[in-house]
């Protein structure tokens, strides 16, 4: 009989935790018994896994006595205070927080891509940002194919991704444009809570995700260039693949889409050698059929684990240079989904 596991999902109430709950119904991971955690706020709330109520307690660090294994997704905070002290009662943690992306010691892990950096975790195994999930799902069969020596990417970043407070915001912003009222004094939150102004989303764009670096980027734009590194070459600061990322929020409600410009080592490459790579490779639904109109779209993608590719087109300036176009639920595969499959791998290469 197979090994049963206890599971802590932290940050149970919210919008990727909701659906950590969903995923891990549907995943293979054998579950014996499930906490779910969450804020003092949230305590008391009941939530369903699989038919059964379960209460959502308050999040402590005696929460995790004989737990196994946390998916969490309370925020950077949260997970720094509590996921170590999970640790030390010895669970495993998968983080979907930036709170440990970047420490050395803890794998930075999307299955499909580098799924054998999970054997080298001490406890903690984060989740990317989910821009980068869905963007190096998308290159890693082209650069296991052909090389790849350059990136860039242009967001697409759909209001979820800021947290269900800001779709929130996007909504009421969106009824009360079309009511005729200023929607200006709606904006609390977007572009971010972090930094000292705030504009509308709804029928605008707005060219910042987080706060802004000295070097005049974003820290979501940091983020995907040196998570891809550290992904893809095991190494944030890697010279061996260039990446850079303009991000962008747009009044999309969920999943994102991102315009993606990449060059591969090989100057003969032909598109159609880029679909046959793409045809069949893990997590990846190739929709490219220009000529019936048939493309990766938002509305489509929500409520799916796959990451969709199209419009696929040589640069014709640029021998070996292409674009794409990509596109997947930021709460799924960008969030709840990879955690969840993450925690999957852990069970199957026996790393719990």
Same mark, same amino acid.
């Given at each position: 009989?197979?090994?049963?596991?206890?599971?802590?999902?932290? =940050?149970?109430?919210?919008?990727?935790?909701? !659906?950590?709950?969903?995923?891990?119904?549907?995943?293979?991971?054998?579950?014996?018994?499930?906490?779910?955690?969450?804020?003092?706020?949230?305590?008391?709330?009941?939530?369903?896994?699989?038919?059964?109520?379960?209460?959502?307690?308050?999040?402590?660090?005696? #929460?995790?006595?004989?737990?196994?294994?946390?998916?969490?997704? @309370?925020?950077? #905070?949260? #997970?720094?205070?509590?996921?170590?002290?999970?640790?030390? !009662?010895?669970?495993?943690?998968?983080?979907?927080?930036?709170?440990?992306?970047?420490?050395?010691?803890?794998?930075?892990?999307?299955?499909?891509?580098?799924? @054998?950096?999970?054997?080298?975790?001490?406890? $903690?195994?984060?989740?990317?940002?989910?821009?980068?999930?869905?963007?190096?799902?998308?290159?890693?069969?082209? !650069?296991?194919?052909?090389?790849?020596?350059?990136?860039?990417?242009?967001?697409?970043?759909? @209001?979820?991704?800021?947290?269900?407070?800001?779709?929130?915001?996007?909504?009421?912003?969106?009824?009360?444009?079309?009511?005729?009222?200023? $929607?200006?004094?709606?904006?609390?939150?977007?572009?971010?809570?972090?930094?000292?102004?705030?504009?509308?989303?709804?029928?605008?764009?707005?060219?910042?995700?987080?706060?802004?670096?000295?070097?005049?980027?974003?820290?979501?734009?940091?983020?995907?260039?040196?998570?891809?590194?550290?992904?893809?070459?095991?190494?944030?600061?890697?010279?061996?693949?260039?990446?850079?990322?303009?991000?962008?929020?747009?009044?999309?409600?969920?999943?994102? =889409?991102? #315009?993606?410009?990449?060059? &591969?080592?090989?100057?003969?490459?032909?598109?159609?050698?880029?679909?046959?790579?793409?045809?069949?490779?893990?997590?990846?639904?190739?929709?490219?059929?220009?000529?019936?109109?048939?493309?990766?779209?938002?509305?489509?993608?929500? =409520?799916?684990?796959?990451?969709?590719?199209? !419009?696929?087109?040589?640069?014709?300036?640029?021998?070996?240079?292409?674009?794409?176009?990509?596109?997947?639920?930021?709460?799924?595969? =960008?969030?709840?989904?990879?955690?969840?499959?993450?925690?999957?791998?852990? &069970?199957?290469?026996?790393?719990?």
């Amino acid at each position: 009989m197979s090994k049963e596991y206890n599971v802590a999902i932290l =940050g149970a109430t919210g919008a990727v935790g909701t !659906r950590m709950i969903q995923q891990l119904e549907q995943s293979t991971i054998p579950v014996k018994s499930l906490k779910l955690l969450a804020s003092s706020r949230s305590a008391g709330k009941t939530l369903q896994f699989k038919g059964q109520p379960i209460t959502v307690e308050e999040a402590t660090p005696d #929460s995790f006595e004989g737990v196994d294994l946390v998916l969490s997704s @309370a925020g950077g #905070s949260v #997970s720094k205070r509590l996921l170590p002290e999970a640790v030390k !009662r010895g669970a495993v943690c998968v983080d979907n927080t930036s709170a440990f992306r970047m420490e050395p010691d803890v794998p930075l892990v999307v299955p499909e891509v580098n799924e @054998a950096a999970l054997k080298n975790h001490h406890g $903690i195994v984060a989740n990317p940002n989910c821009s980068t999930i869905q963007m190096v799902v998308a290159l890693e069969p082209l !650069r296991k194919a052909f090389g790849l020596k350059q990136v860039i990417v242009s967001t697409y970043q759909a @209001a979820s991704g800021a947290g269900q407070s800001a779709l929130n915001e996007l909504k009421q912003e969106a009824q009360d444009y079309l009511d005729g009222k200023e $929607i200006q004094e709606d904006a609390k939150i977007l572009p971010t809570k972090g930094d000292k102004k705030h504009y509308p989303l709804a029928f605008n764009l707005l060219p910042q995700i987080d706060v802004f670096e000295d070097n005049g980027y974003t820290h979501e734009e940091w983020k995907m260039i040196h998570e891809t590194k550290k992904i893809m070459l095991n190494d944030m600061n890697a010279k061996d693949i260039k990446v850079t990322a303009t991000c962008v929020r747009v009044p999309v409600p969920i999943a994102h =889409g991102e #315009s993606v410009y990449f060059t &591969v080592d090989d100057p003969n490459v032909t598109v159609d050698q880029l679909r046959e790579a793409l045809k069949g490779a893990p997590g990846v639904i190739l929709e490219d059929d220009p000529a019936h109109q048939v493309y990766p779209q938002p509305l489509n993608a929500v =409520g799916k684990r796959d990451t969709f590719v199209g !419009r696929l087109r040589a640069d014709e300036e640029n021998p070996g240079s292409f674009n794409m176009w990509v596109v997947a639920d930021n709460l799924l595969k =960008g969030a709840a989904w990879n955690t969840v499959e993450n925690a999957e791998c852990l &069970v199957k290469d026996g790393l719990l």
